[in-house]
């Protein structure tokens, strides 16, 4: 990452699987890939499966430069699930690259998973200690030895490990006959259904299904199974729904703005947030500007409420972003210079309210705030359009150890000295629900500390670094 440790969470990964009969469904899956890589830039991969083989074709990098029409036109036949990686270790190695692949006696399985099992490490010894060798840093290749050890059809052993696994998990799975998509009881990762006019498609986001030529058929429900076979598409029930907790950031940050979570529109939910902020944390102030370009339908909500006017004070470089090029130690200490540059025309002589989705570390807000001051802004308050960040997420969010969030032990006050704003002001719990238009439902923990899970089970992901448990770190 150029620059400083970044300031905004970081997304799990985005999952595909498509059933399409008489179709090349590998392309299909392609372009849901394509619309998902928001949700993972590290590498992607698609398994096929054609008369009961399967071809495999992954790599790192963007959908785009992994993929051509030479080796798109290898994965054959008319099932397919895909995978965009985002890791949180550094094991980006090739067979941590999903979809994951096996040879089982029933024929082959493969499996794409978005989340985090906080349950791994047990996992993984009960595994070890039952002899079943493992090869990889993933909590992926837990569920396919789980599958592959387990007894029974398909669909029976999906629900013996759904009684397995604790933590946030939306999977597509691909056998000799089928497309699988599986939810976790609580909900946490998104997982949607789309119809084709000859088949199905699952996706992490709704806005992929447009892309395709599907139409939005509905949610994978908290705990379901569904199967994509030649008869069509089944749901079934695999384990108990339990209390939802789907994840805030889906709405505030991670999801494309075209997205529908629970029948409200992404960029919608934003720009509430945004006017109840303003609610809540007026400015004296002559404009709104956004952090872009996560903060751009918050600021817009902001600006309409408040009555202000809502310019551009920032324009962002939208390609920089992961490099493999070790920069200088100068070039670190410029990289927000290097994503971001002011409109001085806009903000000279003005004062500015600046509207960000978040903030994590505080490592990007104060070089903007300077930026600002340096362009010519009299005074800069910086809003936020959600509660501050005071504990770490352990359900399959990169966000940060619990001593890197700036909230977790300085006062509202003490952060804004620390980025040098005239004012700082977040977003309450409350009027974030609100905004959201739900009383419960979703998983606030990393605003509350209150987690969805017993604190023992989060014992051995604080003991060390991620690299030194990056079993336990999801993909």
């Not at 590498?43 to 992994?66: K, M, Y």
């Not at 569920?143 to 933590?167: F, H, K, N, P, Y």
């Not at 709405?251 to 992404?266: A, E, K, N, W």
């Not at 470089?317 to 210079?337: D, H, M």
Request: hydrophobic residues 40%; negative net charge.
């Amino acid at each position: 990452m150029i620059g400083p440790a970044g300031d905004t969470p970081r997304e799990e990964c985005g999952v595909v699987g498509v059933y399409a009969p008489g179709r090349h469904a590998a392309r299909i899956a392609f372009f849901g890939l394509h619309t998902l890589q928001h949700r993972g830039q590290e590498a992607c991969g698609i398994a096929s499966c054609e008369r009961g083989a399967v071809h495999l074709h992954r790599g790192p990098g963007l959908v785009g430069s992994v993929f051509n029409e030479d080796n798109l036109s290898t994965l054959r036949g008319e099932a397919a699930i895909g995978h965009n990686r985002y890791s949180t270790t550094g094991a980006s190695a090739l067979r941590n690259i999903q979809p994951q692949v096996i040879e089982t006696i029933d024929g082959p399985l493969a499996v794409a998973h978005n989340g985090n099992l906080v349950n791994a490490p047990q996992l993984r010894r009960d595994l070890l200690e039952s002899g079943v060798g493992l090869q990889t840093s993933s909590d992926t290749e837990l569920i396919v030895q789980l599958l592959v050890v387990a007894a029974g059809d398909w669909l029976s052993r999906i629900r013996g490990l759904m009684a397995q696994l604790e933590g946030a998990y939306s999977l597509t799975i691909l056998t000799r006959d089928a497309v699988y998509g599986v939810r976790d009881p609580r909900g946490f990762r998104p997982l949607v259904m789309g119809k084709l006019d000859d088949g199905w498609v699952l996706a992490s986001e709704s806005c992929a299904l447009s892309v395709v030529g599907a139409t939005f058929a509905g949610e994978v429900a908290p705990g379901q199974i569904v199967r994509l076979d030649a008869g069509g598409m089944t749901l079934e029930q695999g384990a108990h729904p339990q209390r939802p907790a789907f994840c805030t950031f889906e709405q505030i940050y991670f999801s494309r703005p075209d997205t529908h979570h629970g029948g409200s529109l992404v960029h919608a939910v934003r720009q509430r947030l945004g006017a109840r902020l303003a609610i809540e944390a007026p400015a004296e102030a002559d404009l709104v500007a956004p952090v872009p370009d996560s903060g751009t339908p918050q600021a817009v909500g902001y600006a309409q409420q408040s009555g202000l006017p809502y310019t551009d004070g920032l324009i962002k470089n939208r390609y920089v972003g992961r490099t493999f090029i070790e920069p200088t130690q100068e070039q670190r200490e410029s990289g927000v210079a290097m994503k971001f540059n002011p409109l001085g025309d806009n903000v000279a002589g003005k004062r500015v309210v600046l509207v960000d989705d978040s903030i994590v570390r505080g490592t990007t807000s104060g070089p903007l705030v300077r930026m600002l001051r340096d362009a010519g802004a009299l005074e800069v308050h910086v809003r936020v359009a959600c509660p501050p960040i005071t504990d770490p997420c352990h359900m399959g969010v990169d966000m940060a150890a619990k001593q890197e969030l700036i909230a977790s032990e300085r006062s509202i006050p003490e952060i804004r000295d620390h980025i040098g704003a005239d004012s700082l002001a977040f977003l309450s719990l409350e009027g974030m629900m609100q905004a959201l238009g739900a009383d419960d439902g979703y998983c606030n923990a990393c605003f509350t500390g209150v987690y969805p899970f017993e604190p023992e089970m989060f014992v051995q992901l604080e003991l060390g670094s991620k690299d030194q448990f990056a079993s336990v770190w999801g993909d």
